[in-house]
């Protein structure tokens, strides 16, 4: 949510920057906002003139008492009865304007990064760099779910019969798998010098309108009945609510955390829920990088960030490649985002395994997150990252390190994980 003050000042830049977004159609909100933030500041100033007014007579009534005037002090006080029945009048309209200030001003989409690439969609993302060579092996790399029903590690007609379609069973060596990509992540980030964190998975309504817009919410959130409580689509939404109202002292910035969790997601959209395999589910596991620092430092930790994503995956043996997002392909609250993308030798192409996102004081702003500086406080930056997401990530480990025989190498980062395994056999 941007500053009114800014809207106020720079009408002419937020229209721009809704046009890049290819969001035409919220262009009224601009002059509807400052409509109504005219208002509302005349209704305040109105309001603290009435105030000082009623205090100023307040004072004159003990003196008028005092004095034996207690016919004029009754006037003074029915004067002063008028005004509190004035104020109630104005303080309502005060709290109608703001919260219908607040809803339109939540709806206009952050100020992006000048060095964003514009487009209208992700198909008009702009590759930025390869790591590691991409390569095709001499044999045809079976689709993931056969190369884990080989190692008789995926169950997904068991998971139909207990959770539906979109849930899945992982089992013996691929299970194994899975928790020590895992395990790496979260070690791989602490040794970043990112302290580990394991959030509620479950949060308010007030941190969900924090963290992200309600269109994301209505297409990823499951909402728990009765209760104002949301499945978290990811551990982001749990460690940004954790700061929520809370001033930081400025020295203790940055904040580098590190969350593991399970996510859940509805998956609203036209990709659709995978029948056969497990690339788009209703639930995984994630773990997750978390940044809060000062205003000023914000992009070096978003370099930083996408970078050390790109040394998991690489010591894993898996090239990857970024990928810059476009300015349509940005949601609301973000001002610079790329996604991490993996190399798929079955497909030969790259597809996405993460993604890291500054969202400037966008997130601070909502919730409230303040640090105490020298010169008084202000709203840190607030960023997030993907260190793996699986088994989004345990697809792209199989398919790179699969062998002709059905075989699965282990790289030497992950034996520590896997019992010193160095390779996982078929076994059917």
Same mark, same amino acid.
């Given at each position: 949510?941007?500053?009114?003050?800014?809207?106020?000042?720079?009408?002419?830049?937020?229209?721009?920057?809704?046009?890049?977004?290819?969001?035409?159609?919220?262009?009224?909100?601009?002059?509807?906002? !400052?409509?109504?933030?005219?208002?509302?500041?005349?209704?305040?100033?109105?309001?603290?003139?009435?105030?000082? #007014?009623?205090?100023?007579?307040?004072?004159?009534?003990?003196?008028?008492? /005092?004095?034996? &005037?207690?016919?004029?002090?009754?006037?003074?006080?029915? =004067?002063?009865?008028?005004?509190?029945?004035?104020?109630?009048?104005?303080?309502?309209?005060?709290?109608?304007?703001?919260?219908?200030?607040?809803?339109?001003?939540?709806?206009?989409?952050?100020?992006?990064?000048?060095?964003?690439?514009?487009?209208?969609?992700?198909?008009?993302?702009?590759?930025?760099?390869?790591?590691?060579?991409?390569?095709?092996?001499?044999?045809?790399?079976?689709?993931?779910?056969?190369?884990?029903?080989?190692?008789?590690?995926?169950?997904?007609?068991?998971?139909?019969?207990?959770? #539906?379609?979109?849930?899945?069973?992982?089992?013996?060596?691929?299970?194994?798998?899975?928790?020590?990509?895992?395990?790496?992540?979260?070690? $791989?980030?602490?040794?970043?010098?990112?302290?580990?964190?394991?959030?509620?998975?479950?949060?308010?309504?007030?941190?969900?309108?924090?963290?992200?817009? $309600?269109? =994301?919410?209505?297409?990823?959130?499951?909402?728990?009945?009765?209760?104002?409580?949301?499945?978290?689509?990811?551990?982001?939404?749990?460690?940004?609510?954790? $700061?929520?109202?809370?001033?930081? /002292?400025?020295?203790? !910035?940055?904040?580098?955390?590190?969350?593991?969790?399970?996510?859940?997601?509805?998956?609203?959209?036209?990709?659709?829920?995978?029948?056969?395999?497990?690339?788009?589910?209703?639930?995984?596991?994630?773990?997750?990088?978390?940044?809060?620092?000062?205003?000023?430092?914000?992009?070096?930790?978003?370099?930083?960030?996408?970078?050390?994503?790109?040394?998991?995956?690489?010591? !894993?043996?898996?090239?990857?490649?970024?990928?810059?997002?476009?300015?349509?392909?940005?949601?609301?609250?973000?001002? @610079?985002?790329?996604?991490?993308?993996?190399?798929?030798?079955?497909?030969?192409?790259?597809? =996405?395994?993460?993604?890291?996102?500054?969202? #400037?004081?966008?997130?601070?702003?909502?919730? #409230?997150?303040?640090? @105490?500086? &020298?010169?008084?406080?202000?709203?840190?930056?607030?960023?997030?990252?993907?260190? !793996?997401?699986?088994?989004?990530?345990?697809?792209?480990?199989? =398919?790179?390190?699969?062998?002709?025989?059905?075989?699965?190498?282990?790289?030497?980062?992950?034996?520590?994980?896997?019992?010193?395994?160095?390779?996982?056999?078929? @076994?059917?």
């Amino acid at each position: 949510m941007l500053d009114i003050k800014f809207v106020r000042e720079n009408p002419d830049v937020v229209r721009e920057n809704i046009k890049k977004k290819f969001q035409d159609q919220k262009l009224p909100l601009v002059d509807e906002v !400052l409509e109504l933030d005219q208002k509302l500041r005349e209704f305040r100033l109105k309001g603290d003139e009435l105030r000082a #007014g009623r205090n100023a007579k307040s004072s004159e009534i003990g003196a008028l008492m /005092k004095n034996g &005037k207690k016919d004029e002090a009754e006037k003074i006080k029915a =004067e002063v009865n008028a005004i509190n029945e004035e104020l109630v009048h104005i303080e309502e309209n005060e709290a109608t304007l703001s919260e219908e200030l607040k809803s339109k001003m939540m709806v206009i989409p952050n100020i992006i990064d000048a060095s964003v690439p514009i487009g209208k969609d992700d198909s008009e993302n702009v590759e930025n760099e390869r790591f590691g060579e991409p390569v095709v092996p001499p044999f045809e790399v079976p689709y993931h779910a056969d190369i884990m029903d080989r190692l008789n590690g995926l169950d997904k007609d068991s998971a139909g019969r207990t959770s #539906g379609n979109g849930f899945y069973y992982l089992v013996g060596d691929v299970a194994r798998l899975h928790s020590a990509m895992i395990s790496y992540a979260r070690d $791989f980030m602490i040794n970043k010098g990112f302290t580990y964190c394991i959030p509620p998975f479950m949060i308010r309504s007030d941190v969900v309108n924090g963290v992200m817009s $309600f269109a =994301e919410m209505e297409a990823m959130m499951y909402k728990i009945e009765g209760e104002d409580l949301f499945l978290i689509g990811t551990s982001e939404h749990s460690m940004i609510g954790k $700061f929520k109202g809370q001033i930081v /002292k400025e020295e203790e !910035l940055p904040l580098t955390l590190t969350s593991y969790s399970p996510c859940f997601r509805k998956e609203v959209g036209s990709h659709g829920i995978e029948e056969r395999g497990v690339y788009r589910v209703h639930q995984f596991e994630k773990q997750e990088m978390v940044v809060l620092c000062k205003p000023e430092d914000s992009m070096d930790w978003y370099n930083k960030m996408w970078s050390y994503t790109v040394e998991f995956f690489r010591s !894993l043996d898996i090239p990857v490649r970024t990928l810059e997002c476009c300015s349509g392909d940005l949601a609301d609250l973000k001002v @610079k985002s790329c996604d991490v993308e993996a190399w798929s030798p079955r497909q030969q192409k790259y597809f =996405e395994v993460g993604s890291c996102s500054t969202l #400037g004081d966008a997130q601070a702003r909502r919730l #409230g997150i303040r640090a @105490k500086g &020298k010169d008084g406080n202000y709203l840190v930056h607030t960023l997030n990252n993907t260190v !793996l997401a699986t088994p989004r990530g345990l697809i792209a480990f199989l =398919e790179n390190n699969v062998n002709e025989d059905g075989s699965v190498n282990i790289p030497v980062a992950l034996r520590p994980y896997m019992g010193g395994l160095e390779k996982i056999v078929p @076994k059917k």
